[in-house]
């Protein structure tokens, strides 16, 4: 961990001047609310990093333990964006045998000893947190937030500044881009690194919650990283959600709305939309080289709930409960149901479906429709 611990710091340091160079990058008249952003998030980052590496380094002292703790067989959600992988996490987390992280765990606790005092002080707060539980923002039409929610945990790489997410605010920087092309970008110390300490992150998690558990990760983000996924975790499970690039593409540009507006900055357009759209093409490729994956379509997904989730169980080996499989039922009719308040278009981002279709046809030969609703 010290390693990590110096690549954290020097990362923040790092992080600072990307986010300075990056104040003026949505022009002048938003720069005043970009510094203030930017220095405010910097100094917050600064004091969470301190805590949790004070947090990391009691866990050395108290639990040393968990390092005993064996990260069994975890099973790997990735795939392209917005294809239906945050579904399918919190679907299948209803599972008692599987354990996710959830934003508090990414975010606040990563350590056990933030989990423990954290975890006390939640349930003295609990009464007058409960009174914000039904307010909702933009961003829960495109992504439901909440700190109990299961949650991606490539969060947990904020602290090693290798979580892509630093592209938002600094849309020109070299190294956020990078990191989409994780495997081949970065030398093998490097990459050893990150893995490192995301290992020992969900080694303290099962210690936590329970070594018989089962490690659910949801990440679109960890698909450029499935070879280095792979090494650390030798007998892992890897899923990946797919969709049709005329949906996913629009659906990925429109996400990013309302974090651009925040910023002060406008549509994803120029530049930025062009990497992104290599980037998402760069996720099919990877997928489709992989080997021993679990491949699953949005449409499927969508349609027979149930009958994707037990073909997932079958391709990992995970045997399901009978509660859970009732469960499984009622989720399946709920999901016939529910009709998606994120609207978009390829056309809002001056984009084409034959456009689409050209430049993903190595990857993706189907033809959808233009514009869609997430479900």
Partial sequence: MLKAGLISWWGWLQ????????????????????????TVAWCVFGVLNLMHWFGFLLDEILFPSYRRVRVSRPLFIVGVPRSGTTHLQRVLARDPQFTTLT????????????????TALARLVRPVASRFQGARTRFDE???IGLAEPEEDFLLLLYLQACFLTVV??????????????????????????????????????????????LLSKNPSFTPMLESLRVEFPDCVIVACIRAPEQTVPSQLSALVPALALLGAGMPAGHFQENLIQMLHRYYRKIIAAPDVCLIEMTDLNADLAGTVTRLADFSGHPMTEAFREQLSRLAAAGRQYRSGHQYSLADFNLSSLDIRQRFADVWPLSVATSGTDS
């Fill in 142 to 144: 495109i992504h439901e």
């Fill in 103 to 118: 934003l508090f765990d990414c975010v606040l606790a990563p350590s056990i000893v933030e989990r423990y005092l954290l």
């Fill in 169 to 214: 605010p600094c849309p020109d920087d070299p190294h956020s881009w990078r990191l989409s092309r994780f495997d081949d970008a970065f030398g093998p110390g490097y990459r050893a690194a990150v893995m490192k300490f995301y290992h020992r992150c969900l080694q303290k998690h099962l210690y936590y919650h329970g070594e018989q558990l089962r």
């Fill in 15 to 38: 992080l600072g001047g990307r986010l300075f160079t990056s104040v003026g990058s949505a022009g002048a008249s938003a720069i005043p609310r970009r510094f203030v952003l930017f």
